[in-house]
């Protein structure tokens, strides 16, 4: 008889059965990862919304210059509209109704004839990030209008046109990888799938042995003709499998994310997810052991804790352990510390590194075998000590 997948099979249904832990295994992953696409998607859509927004433009001489630069701007997506005077696009702006006023003032075709600078006056707030990025776009255009002028003049007097810009750079991509990612994605998703590994298992962590002392449950099960070392690998591998539940849900939302195709998540997944078959394969490879680690200590640390509260307080202290590196590994990006062979053998933020590494097409080989050999070594000895625990008659000690 199988006692471990006995006592696997009993803790996996409990942990079914309860509603909290079916929350956080189940419906947590799902909620904040719809919750987090849904709000960066309608962030960049509000930021392409801000470059496409309405510009009051000061009444004054419509010259043939100034009627060009509105028409750019219009085909550029902007509405403009006029607006009596510069005071009356300033006290628009207090209140709230003008986001960015142009001012043109005598027109501009008579001082790009001469030719001398024509400064235009831009009047906005500060503090108004729509605004800037309005500006932003007429500050484009105003370049683009200056290039052109400008090689208009050289024209004239005999000069090569591409002295306007006597040192240039041009880029010239080199493509690292099998992935075209984006930079969002790369950053957002391997903290979502090791968080999510951890905080699956972490609600029903509390409960699965110190809450069984409180009950005294324990007692039964360790008189039954159970093996002591099977009844603490049964609970271990619910752990993981919850762990393992949890971080797939998150994944699988993803996915489900990107194939609806909402509009406001366009930007959030223009290149893709730049998920290929073998980074789906180094990320399960990865994330297994890591789901092993998560649980072992989950398990260890309920066997050590003398009632719930006590394993709550545990918990949480080693809940920080794991949301820092997660944390940490969403800006690892810009640093030279990703390109280190250290950060594999760190845990936890070095799964969070081979996954960021995976959706960006790199599989460094001998990394991921540091980052799954650290893992097992950790699960090893956490099992062990529980293992240990269970074996002693202190396992029944409430206080």
Same mark, same amino acid.
């Given at each position: 008889?199988?006692?471990?997948?006995?006592?696997?099979?009993?803790?996996?249904?409990?942990? *079914?059965?309860?509603?909290?832990?079916?929350?956080?295994? +189940?419906?947590?992953?799902?909620?904040?990862? /719809?919750?987090m696409m849904m709000m960066f998607g309608v962030i960049f859509s509000s930021v392409e919304k801000a470059s496409k927004t309405t510009v009051y433009v000061v009444k004054g001489n419509r010259d043939k210059a100034?009627?060009?630069?509105?028409?750019?701007?219009?085909?550029?997506?902007? !509405? /403009?509209? %006029?607006?009596?005077?510069? %005071?009356?696009?300033? #006290?628009?702006?207090?209140? $709230? %109704?003008?986001?960015?006023?142009?001012?043109?003032?005598?027109?501009?075709? &008579?001082?790009?004839?001469?030719?001398?600078?024509?400064?235009?006056?831009? =009047?906005?707030?500060?503090?108004?990030?729509?605004?800037?990025?309005?500006?932003?776009?007429?500050?484009?255009?105003? $370049?683009?209008?200056?290039? $052109?002028?400008?090689?208009?003049?050289?024209?004239? #007097?005999g000069v090569d046109e591409t002295f306007i810009k006597p040192l240039s750079v041009k880029r010239n991509e080199v493509k690292v990888g099998e992935s075209s990612s984006s930079q969002f994605l790369v950053q957002?998703?391997? =903290?979502?799938?090791?968080?999510?590994?951890?905080?699956?298992?972490?609600?029903?962590?509390? %409960? +699965?042995?110190?809450?069984?002392?409180?009950?005294?449950?324990?007692?039964? *099960?360790?008189?039954?003709?159970?093996?002591?070392?099977?009844?603490?690998?049964?609970?271990?591998?619910?752990?993981?499998? &919850?762990?393992?539940?949890?971080?797939? /849900?998150?994944?699988?939302?993803?996915? /489900?994310?990107? =194939?609806?195709?909402?509009?406001?998540?366009? !930007?959030?997944?223009?290149?893709?997810?730049?998920?290929? *078959?073998?980074?789906?394969?180094? @990320? @399960?490879?990865?994330?297994?052991?890591?789901?092993?680690?998560?649980?072992?200590?989950?398990?260890?640390?309920?066997?050590?804790?003398?009632?719930?509260?006590?394993?709550?307080? =545990?918990?949480?202290? &080693?809940?920080?352990?794991?949301?820092?590196?997660?944390?940490?590994?969403?800006?690892?990006?810009?640093?030279?510390?990703?390109?280190?062979?250290?950060?594999?053998?760190?845990?936890i933020l070095n799964t969070a590194n081979v996954i960021r590494n995976a959706l960006m097409g790199r599989y460094d080989a001998l990394g991921i075998v540091i980052t799954i050999s650290t893992g097992v070594l950790? &699960?090893?000895?956490?099992?062990?000590?529980?293992?240990?625990?269970?074996? #002693?008659?202190?396992? *029944?000690?409430?206080?």
């Open positions: 008889m199988n006692w471990t997948m006995i006592v696997f099979k009993k803790e996996w249904r409990e942990m *079914l059965r309860d509603k909290r832990v079916k929350k956080a295994m +189940l419906f947590g992953p799902i909620f904040s990862v /719809v919750l100034v009627t060009g630069f509105i028409d750019m701007l219009d085909k550029g997506g902007m !509405k /403009v509209i %006029d607006i009596d005077s510069v %005071d009356a696009a300033k #006290k628009g702006i207090t209140k $709230g %109704d003008v986001r960015l006023a142009l001012d043109f003032g005598k027109g501009m075709a &008579a001082s790009l004839a001469k030719p001398e600078p024509f400064i235009l006056n831009a =009047y906005y707030d500060p503090q108004e990030q729509k605004a800037q990025i309005a500006l932003s776009v007429v500050e484009k255009e105003s $370049g683009m209008l200056s290039e $052109g002028i400008l090689k208009s003049i050289l024209k004239e #007097k957002l998703l391997p =903290y979502f799938i090791v968080i999510w590994a951890f905080f699956g298992a972490l609600s029903s962590a509390s %409960d +699965l042995v110190s809450g069984e002392k409180e009950r005294q449950t324990l007692e039964t *099960l360790l008189i039954s003709p159970a093996p002591r070392n099977q009844i603490a690998i049964g609970k271990l591998l619910a752990l993981i499998a &919850a762990s393992l539940t949890a971080t797939s /849900v998150s994944v699988l939302a993803i996915f /489900v994310m990107y =194939y609806l195709k909402l509009p406001f998540l366009q !930007k959030v997944f223009e290149n893709g997810l730049g998920l290929t *078959l073998s980074g789906l394969f180094v @990320i @399960i490879i990865t994330l297994v052991p890591t789901c092993a680690l998560f649980g072992s200590i989950l398990l260890a640390i309920s066997s050590y804790a003398k009632n719930t509260r006590e394993a709550q307080t =545990y918990l949480s202290q &080693a809940s920080m352990f794991v949301t820092m590196p997660a944390a940490f590994s969403q800006i690892i990006g810009f640093t030279d510390f990703a390109q280190s062979e250290v950060v594999y053998a760190i845990p950790i &699960a090893t000895f956490a099992v062990w000590y529980s293992v240990k625990l269970f074996n #002693k008659e202190t396992i *029944l000690s409430r206080i």
